[in-house]
């Protein structure tokens, strides 16, 4: 049983409290609030105690008095935290994964700053030792760490694979966001983090996936490309898409001008996104990621 110093509401949030689906919820930090409380295999149980509120046929949910009561004598541990560890424990937390300058992570923390994103970064890692990122990073005092990627080139080795994982663990982030990662997300984390990684890619996907997208897109002589950000899944930039922001193509762009026009359109889309899922609005159907990013 994993406790936690959280008490899953008035957060918690489940996806679907209705049939089968309940037993996989889909939102990332309602996967999280109800394992956090018991083990994987009675979240179904959870999930189908709680009912959803009559006005809202989406969120927020209820929870069932049943389940209150239940998860108070679960719980009695951690009602015994302190206030301030309490409210700590509540705030969303995101770990951070780039290989670049880390303007992105720079964004979000920014936003989280101003208020616009209800969660903290808990941690920064990256697979290149100098970093911009990781600067970037403890400048803010974010904990901040290198680990090294092991020998290939486009992938982490297992044993690297294992320790970011495990460092995510540690921090107890409820959402992976890959901001610059340039490598393939491999199964290690993707099943210690199911549906709860997130990436952005510099193009209107599924146009040009992989690399140098903007230059992709400027070969191929398209008016209008933009930035994604998508669960990740474990194809290549292939994920339900949770928001995209258009940038047109100038008949005098260089890939240098349209990539930093595409990067400042990322600087506006992915605090939206993190913040839409931090507080719960965006809900995974299939392929499709429904929710007003605001
Ligand atoms: C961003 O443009 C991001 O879209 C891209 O790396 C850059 C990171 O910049 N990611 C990918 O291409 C992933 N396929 P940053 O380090 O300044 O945030």
Redesign the pocket.
């Known amino acids: 049983m994993l406790l936690e110093g959280q008490l899953p509401w008035p957060s918690c949030r489940v996806m679907d409290c209705g049939g089968k689906r309940s037993a996989t919820p889909l939102w990332p930090a309602a996967t999280v609030s109800i394992h956090r409380l018991v083990p994987p295999s009675e979240s179904a149980v959870v999930a189908s105690l709680c009912r959803r509120s009559p006005k809202s046929p989406v969120r927020p949910l209820t929870p069932h008095p049943l389940l209150v009561a239940a998860n108070s004598a679960l719980a009695g541990v951690t009602l015994q935290r302190s206030t301030k560890r309490m409210s700590d424990a509540q705030k969303f937390r995101i770990g951070v994964l780039?290989?670049?300058?880390?303007?992105?992570?720079?964004?979000i923390a920014d936003a989280i700053r101003a208020g616009q994103v209800p969660a903290e970064v808990a941690i920064v890692l990256s697979d290149v030792e100098n970093?911009?990122?990781l600067e970037r990073a403890r400048e803010r005092n974010i904990p901040a760490r290198f680990i090294a990627p092991g020998k290939f080139r486009t992938k982490l080795e297992d044993e690297a694979e294992a320790a970011f994982v495990a460092a995510l663990r540690e921090t107890k982030v409820d959402l992976v966001v890959?901001?610059?990662?340039?490598r393939i997300i491999k199964s290690g984390l993707m099943n210690a983090f199911p549906n709860r990684i997130i990436?952005?890619?510099?193009s209107l996907l599924p146009s040009f996936?992989?690399?140098?997208?903007?230059k992709q897109a400027l070969d191929h002589g398209v008016k209008f490309t933009g930035?994604t950000v998508h669960f990740v899944d474990a194809g290549?930039?292939s994920g339900p898409i949770i928001g995209q922001q258009t940038v047109p193509v100038l008949d005098d762009d260089t890939p240098e001008t349209l990539?930093q026009r595409?990067?400042t359109a990322?600087h506006e889309l992915y605090p939206k996104c993190v913040a839409a899922i931090a507080r719960g609005e965006v809900e995974v159907r299939g392929r499709r990621v429904v929710g007003k990013l605001r």
Do not use: R, T, Y
């Open positions: 780039g290989s670049g300058k880390g303007s992105n992570f720079v964004a970093a911009g990122i890959l901001a610059g990662f340039m990436n952005i890619h510099p996936p992989g690399l140098e997208a903007w930035c290549v930039d990539h595409i990067h990322e």
